[in-house]
C-alpha cells in the first residue's frame, strides 16, 4: 500500500488552506478571465493555497514521492524533453508545457495530502452542488458564452472545459461521498447530466456512457434506485430539449433575448437542439478526404493530431516535445495541439513517457478497482486532451485515496 492506513486530521492551518483550494477550484475557476492557455486568477490563487498545503504537510508529501518513482521518473522526462526542444528550436513555449504539468503535479500532491480529512470531503461536497447549481442556474437565466451555439459554456472559453468540470466534479463527489448512495448523491449525478447535455461536447457525450454505467452498478442493490439512475439519465435527455431553455441566442452582445415559445427551424443558427446537434456532428461524418467541411473523418483526424503518428511515427521513440505544434502543419490555417490525452502523451513524450505515465497512474491508486472511476476521463480524452485541466488532478487524488467506491455501495441504501 502506497499511502497510511490511519490519516490524522489536518491541522487548522491546513484545513484554511484546503478550503481556500476547494472553493476557487470547484467554485471560482470556471470564470475565465484571460484567453485560454493562460493563468486565470483562481488559478492563482489554487497554486498559492496548494503549496501552502505541500508545505504544511511536507513529510507526508515527500513520503507520497517516494511511493510513486514512476511519477517523479514521468515529471523528469517531461521536463527533460521539453527543455531540450526549448533550447533547440529557441522556442519557451516548450517550457510552458513542462509548467502545466507540475501545476498539476502540484495539485495532485495538494489533494493527496487532504483528500481523506472528513471535514474537507464535508465542504468539498457543499462546494460541488453549489457549483454544478449555479451553472445551470446561469444556464437558464441567460448567463454565460456560446462560442458554438447552441453549446453553452458557462464562463469558460468553451463548452468541452464545461462538461470536463462537471464530470471531474461529480467523480470528486463520488469519492468525497465515499460512494454512499444518498440522495444528494443523484441531485449531484442529476445536476452534472443536465450540464454535460448543455455543452453538445461529443467527447462529453460518449464519456458520459461509463459513467452512467457505474452509478447504475453502483445502485444494483436498491431497485428504487436503479430506477431513479435510469429516470435521471433518459427523462434529463428527453425533457431538455422541449424546455426550450435558455430564452437567449448569440447576438453582438453574446446573449440576446429572443422569443421562447417559437420554435425555431431545424438546422438554424436559431435551434436549440442541443443533443440532436450533437448527434447529427457524430454520425454525419464524410470519409472524403477531399471534403472542406470540418466535419469530415479526415480534417477531425487531421485537427486533432491523430494522423501525426503516421506522419512523424520517429517521435514515437523518443518524443516530440509538447510546443511548436506548427511543425506538423496547420489544418484551414489553424494550429492544433494534440486533442487527445494518452496520444499526446506518447506523441509528445514517447513511449517511455506513457508507460511511465500509466505506471504513475497504477500505482497510486492502493485501491485497483477504484481505477474504473477513471474511465469516463479517458474516453473523454480519447478525442479531447484533458491533462492540463487542474480538475483532472483533482479528481485523480480524491479517486486514488478512497476505499473501494464499487463495494462500499453494497452496504444497505438510504431508500
Not at 32 to 54: K, R, T
Not at 125 to 148: D, H, K, N, P, Q
Not at 334 to 354: K, N, P, R, T
Amino acid at each position: 500500500m502506497m499511502f497510511e492506513t490511519n490519516f490524522a486530521p489536518l491541522s487548522r492551518a491546513s484545513r484554511l488552506w484546503a478550503w481556500v483550494l476547494m472553493l476557487a477550484a470547484l467554485v471560482f475557476s470556471p470564470i475565465y478571465v484571460y484567453a485560454s492557455g493562460l493563468p486565470q486568477p483562481a488559478h492563482v490563487v489554487m497554486l498559492v493555497a496548494a503549496v501552502a498545503l505541500i508545505f504544511l504537510n511536507l513529510e507526508r508529501c515527500k513520503n507520497l514521492l517516494k511511493g510513486n518513482v514512476p511519477g517523479v521518473l514521468f515529471l523528469a522526462l517531461v521536463a527533460v524533453i521539453n527543455a531540450a526542444y526549448a533550447v533547440y528550436y529557441q522556442d519557451k513555449g516548450f517550457i510552458v508545457g513542462t509548467v502545466y504539468w507540475v501545476y498539476g503535479y502540484l495539485l495532485l500532491l495538494a489533494v493527496l495530502c487532504m483528500a481523506r480529512d472528513e471535514w474537507v470531503a464535508t465542504w468539498t461536497a457543499r462546494f460541488i452542488l453549489v457549483a454544478l447549481s449555479l451553472v445551470i442556474f446561469a444556464y437558464v437565466v441567460g448567463w454565460g458564452g456560446y462560442t458554438w451555439w447552441p453549446r453553452y459554456q458557462y464562463f469558460f472559453n468553451g463548452p468541452n472545459q464545461l462538461a470536463y468540470y462537471a464530470m471531474c466534479l461529480f467523480l470528486v463527489y463520488v469519492a468525497v461521498n465515499r460512494g454512499k448512495l444518498s440522495w444528494d448523491f443523484y441531485a449531484a449525478y442529476a445536476l452534472m447530466i443536465f450540464v454535460v447535455i448543455t455543452t453538445g461536447g461529443r467527447s462529453a457525450y460518449l464519456a458520459v456512457a461509463p459513467l452512467v454505467a457505474l452509478v447504475l452498478w453502483m445502485s444494483r442493490k436498491s431497485l428504487l434506485k436503479l430506477i431513479l439512475v435510469l429516470l435521471i439519465s433518459g427523462l434529463t435527455s428527453f425533457i431538455f430539449e422541449p424546455l426550450c431553455l435558455p430564452a437567449f441566442k448569440p447576438g453582438a452582445n453574446g446573449n440576446q433575448y429572443v422569443d421562447c415559445h417559437v420554435k425555431p427551424e431545424p438546422g438554424t443558427a436559431e435551434s436549440r437542439f442541443i443533443a440532436a446537434d450533437t448527434a447529427i456532428r457524430m454520425t454525419d461524418l464524410s470519409t472524403e478526404k477531399e471534403v472542406t467541411d470540418h466535419k469530415s473523418v479526415h480534417k477531425q483526424l487531421l485537427a486533432r493530431g491523430y494522423l501525426r503518428f503516421i506522419e512523424s511515427p520517429q517521435y514515437l521513440l523518443y518524443g516530440a516535445g509538447q510546443g511548436r505544434d506548427e511543425r506538423f502543419g496547420d489544418v484551414d490555417g489553424f494550429v492544433y495541439e494534440i486533442h487527445s490525452s494518452l496520444m499526446a502523451v506518447v506523441f509528445y513524450y514517447g513511449v517511455l513517457g506513457l508507460l511511465l505515465f500509466l505506471a504513475f497512474v497504477w500505482k497510486l491508486f492502493p485501491v485497483k478497482q477504484n481505477l474504473f472511476f477513471l474511465t469516463p476521463l479517458f474516453v473523454y480524452g480519447l478525442f479531447t486532451y484533458g491533462l492540463r485541466t487542474p480538475y483532472f488532478w483533482i479528481a485523480l487524488g480524491f479517486l486514488a485515496l478512497m476505499p473501494s467506491l464499487l463495494t462500499t455501495s453494497k452496504a444497505p441504501v438510504d431508500d
